[in-house]
């Protein structure tokens, strides 16, 4: 018998040890790697013109086309009903390569269901946001990818970025395993969707420019993907910078310490930067509509344009500080020139707090780096305008020029590691 126990003993040894070793194996393969966001936006609660019409849900499948900034092979996708009031409910996904930014067809070869806890469909209750199971969809950094899903009804409220300037593809049935969708309407907003992310080292990071409508994109072209922050992105490959992860977390018409057409910045941080995965820098460029609106509504006496300034530089530490909390640098962006735009029609008192808040950004030392969006792209004959070749004509937003003199602007050695001041 003890014989017996000792053969039986040595069996499970025998069993053991090799499982223990492929066990160890996996978990330091595993702890070499992590998730980055790829790809991602902010969300908001979109206005009634940029919702999507409740026949376009109903019974209806959605195609979406995102430029991830990562390559890699192993894939997920994080859906959002973050502004949903009510559970939200996707009967069938998938990801698939697209053949290219603003078309609707896929490569049928790499189309693949997405799964929710091994399951084709999921329910993502009101305020919460899921990610899909992971599936291995090779693709190089700058792929165009798709993601398609399909609904049999509208979301009671609508959690959706609007400002995408990428078309998005609806049609009725449940099409999403099909790669060529031809009778396929379309629309220029993303809905439901929050990040494409990628298992990368752990040496790789991402950074989120978070801001208003200058880094939403307003300027660029539509399924042009040349943003300031997909331009940055495009010059971190070309110059052959370690690979990096780029989100765009703009929102038009936002502000840092009001609600505008989407939430505040201040809220919308934990969200937007300090919760995405891999995160390890930012850069904040915010106040034009800070600025701008408190002119524009009357309200800038004296008091009231020395409090604005006061509150603009307490949020921009606050954020510093979180993001600090959390291993995160932050890289400081001046506020570009608006005079002359119609929207705003600033005044001189107005020019003198954007260059009193840019004197802060440049010199207080609250920021790890600083990218100095005004001085790439202001006309040094008249410092508080655009150079005419960086103004879309609105005096506002930088055109394709100014996107991309700014995305020269950032200071890529900021981004190669992340040292927090102290």
């Known amino acids: 018998m003890r ?4 053969l039986w003993s040595a069996t499970l040894l025998a069993i053991a040890l090799p499982l223990a070793v492929t066990s160890a194996v996996a978990s330091a393969a595993a702890a070499d790697v992590h998730w980055v966001a790829s790809w991602g936006t902010a969300q908001q609660v979109p206005e009634p013109d940029n919702m999507l019409p409740a026949e376009r849900w109903r019974e209806s499948s959605l195609r979406q086309i995102v430029r991830v900034t990562l390559g890699g092979s192993r894939v997920r996708v994080r859906f959002s009903n973050v502004y949903g009031t009510t559970p939200l409910f996707i009967e069938a996904a998938s ?11 896929v490569e049928a070869s790499s189309l693949q269901q997405l799964k929710f806890a091994g399951r084709n469909n999921v329910m993502i209750p009101a305020g919460a946001e899921y990610y899909s199971d992971p599936v291995n969809l090779p693709h190089a950094a700058a792929s165009d990818l798709a993601i398609s899903m399909y609904f049999k009804g509208e979301p009671v409220r609508q959690t959706s970025h609007p400002g995408s300037r990428a078309n998005s593809f609806y049609i009725k049935g449940n099409r999403i395993l099909e790669s060529a969708w031809a009778d396929a309407g379309k629309v220029a907003h993303w809905y439901q969707i929050a990040d494409v992310e990628v298992q990368a080292p752990r040496s790789v990071g991402a950074v989120v420019a978070i801001g208003d409508s200058i880094t939403d994109g307003a300027g660029s072209t ?3 993907n040349d943003r300031w922050p997909d331009q940055l992105s495009a010059r971190l490959i070309r110059e052959g910078a370690p690979a990096m992860g780029v989100i765009n977390a703009g929102i038009g018409g936002g502000r840092m310490l009001r609600d505008g057409t989407g939430p505040n910045l201040a ?11 891999g995160v390890t820098h930012a850069i904040v460029m915010i106040g034009v509509n800070d600025l701008g609106g ?3 509504n009357g309200d800038d006496v004296p008091e009231a344009r020395k409090k604005i300034i006061e509150d603009l530089l307490t949020a921009h530490i606050q954020l510093v500080e979180r993001a600090h909390a959390h291993g995160i640098c932050v890289i400081g962006a001046t506020i570009t020139p608006y005079m002359g735009s119609d929207y705003y029609r600033p005044n001189a008192s107005n020019e003198e707090d954007r260059q009193a808040i840019n004197s802060w950004i440049r010199t207080s030392g609250v920021f790890d780096a600083v990218a100095d969006f005004d001085a790439a792209i202001r006309d040094p004959a008249q410092v508080e305008r655009m150079r005419k070749e960086y103004d879309t004509g609105d005096f506002l937003h930088p055109s394709t020029a100014g996107l991309r003199a700014m995305a020269h602007a950032v200071p890529l050695p900021a981004l190669q590691k ?3 001041r102290q």
């Open 3 to 6: 014989q017996a126990k000792k």
């Open 95 to 105: 990801l698939a390569r697209a053949v290219a930014a603003g078309k609707t067809d």
């Open 222 to 224: 539509t399924d042009g």
């Open 267 to 277: 809220s919308r941080f934990e969200r937007d930067v300090i919760a995405r995965s």
């Open 294 to 296: 408190q002119h524009r």
């Open 418 to 420: 992340c040292v927090i």
